[in-house]
């Protein structure tokens, strides 16, 4: 059982930067692709970015590519999600999750999840 909780949200201004943290507890982290999604007020929950439990492979949203970097650190069962060029349309709940599977962006391969953190991008 592998328990998430992210970080790091807040409210920025456009074209600014956050990075957003998803630390885990109660597992064997190393094993597990992580990804984050996120859900903006009235609209479903997205996928953004996944990274292998190598951290070798990473994937990404078309609305995010070059802008947002996921990354992790298996020795501090953390993973980040860097996110540069901050748009208004970013604004939103995210959350961490994760996976024995290979990096998906399909919400129901994701076994376990955070709480989320909001992050709130003004124009």
């Known amino acids: 059982q592998v328990q998430l909780v992210e970080s790091g949200g807040g409210l920025v201004q456009a074209g600014g930067s956050l990075r957003l943290s998803c630390a885990a507890s109660?597992?064997?982290?190393?094993?597990?692709?992580v990804g984050w999604f996120r859900q903006a007020p009235g609209k479903e929950r997205e996928f953004v970015a996944a990274?292998?439990?190598?951290?070798?492979?990473?994937y990404y949203a078309d609305s995010v590519k070059g802008r947002f970097t996921i990354s992790r650190d298996n020795a501090k069962n953390t993973v980040y999600l860097q996110m540069n060029s901050l748009k208004p349309d970013d604004t939103a709940v995210y959350y961490c999750?994760?996976?024995?599977?290979?990096?998906?962006?399909?919400?129901?391969?994701?076994?376990?999840w955070g709480q989320g953190t909001q992050v709130t991008v003004s124009s």
């Open positions: 990274i292998s439990w190598s951290g070798g492979t990473t």
């Open positions: 999750a994760a996976t024995t599977a290979l990096p998906t962006g399909v919400q129901n391969r994701y076994n376990y």
């Open positions: 109660g597992g064997t982290f190393r094993r597990y692709t």
